[in-house]
């Protein structure tokens, strides 16, 4: 192990200060003129946190509302919607993952422990936070219903979220281990990292789960998480609307036509995919976290703590005997 930087400390307070302009954009055009749900404002917010530039190039191109009324439909392509769903995985499962590494930092912990408390922390605030309290408004559900519909694609979608986030964060503080430390902008620099690559392997995975009707996507205030036509020509054609309603496939697709959630609603998901193609994709994202945590293991040093002394060669001293 080093206490060697793996980049320049001026690249590093850089990248801390485009975050900052990074995050007060994106806030101030979610609050003041992107018709984002609240729970997503807040998602896109904290992964922007972690994310910097790159949150905001995302948000520009797949959720920042181009002109008035046309959110809906901009947000409707399918990998608009797996976006979506990525961001708002990123941003109760990295929030839970970085709040546990700051106090297994603390308390001293070895790296080996360390990484199954974030794993928990990461699991357990994504599933009764961000995803269950969000699915229970959107879907008309009680908060025992939402955690159990939510249970199997947060955890499919956490394990991706690890499995990018878990060997990215061990092997950067093996290289410099004040990254283990929440007081030192090298932590900061490795859950941003961690954070980014953590977005790139999920997303296959959420792409999936949205695709099959397992997770929501990208959504919209006005429309409760549906893409599709405005909800003013929702409006105007609300009785071409309704008689749609009796040939769609499913209540969400039912609902992408007037741009309203309808009452009582369910992820219909579960009907539409075998649950043998369910255990499949499961086992999948379980083989993604364990190459993650042989990686890991592999390459970085999972017994160190926080403030131990570096391993250092040993030397043989005069008169030393063995």
């Not at 994310?51 to 439909?73: D, I, K, N």
């Not at 409006?235 to 769609?248: D, E, R, S, V, Y």
Request: net charge neutral; proline share 6%; aromatic share 12%.
């Amino acid at each position: 192990m080093h206490n060697t930087p793996w980049l320049p400390e001026w690249l590093l307070w850089a990248w801390f200060g485009l975050t900052l302009l990074s995050v007060l954009y994106v806030a101030w055009d979610l609050f003041a003129s992107t018709p984002e749900m609240k729970v997503m404002k807040w998602g896109w917010v904290l992964v922007t946190l972690y994310t910097g530039p790159v949150g905001l190039l995302v948000y520009w191109f797949s959720c920042r509302e181009p002109s008035p009324g046309t959110h809906e439909q901009f947000v409707a392509p399918l990998w608009k919607q797996a976006v979506g769903s990525t961001i708002h995985c990123a941003a109760g499962d990295a929030t839970g993952i970085i709040v546990a590494a700051a106090i297994t930092g603390y308390f001293g912990l070895r790296m080996g422990t360390d990484i199954w408390v974030e794993y928990a922390a990461g699991f357990l605030f994504g599933l009764f936070i961000f995803q269950a309290l969000f699915m229970k408004d959107m879907m008309n559900m009680s908060y025992g219903e939402a955690v159990r519909s939510s249970f199997l694609p947060e955890w499919m979608s956490m394990n991706a979220m690890m499995a990018g986030m878990l060997p990215t964060m061990v092997l950067l503080m093996s290289r410099d281990m004040r990254a283990m430390e929440a007081t030192s902008p090298w932590f900061w620099a490795s859950m941003s990292a961690a954070t980014l690559v953590g977005v790139v392997v999920a997303y296959p995975v959420n792409w999936w789960l949205v695709k099959h009707q397992l997770k929501h996507g990208m959504g919209t205030e006005r429309a409760l998480g549906k893409g599709g036509a405005p909800v003013a020509a929702g409006h105007q054609h609300a009785g071409m609307a309704m008689a749609g309603m009796k040939h769609a496939a499913t209540p969400l697709a039912a609902s992408a036509h007037t741009g309203h959630a309808m009452p009582g609603m369910r992820m219909e998901g579960d009907g539409q995919v075998s649950a043998g193609r369910k255990a499949l994709v499961t086992v999948l994202t379980l083989v993604m976290l364990a190459a993650g945590y042989y990686v890991a293991a592999r390459y970085g040093d999972l017994s160190m703590r926080p403030g131990q002394p570096m391993n250092m060669p040993q030397m043989a001293m005069p008169g030393m005997t063995h």
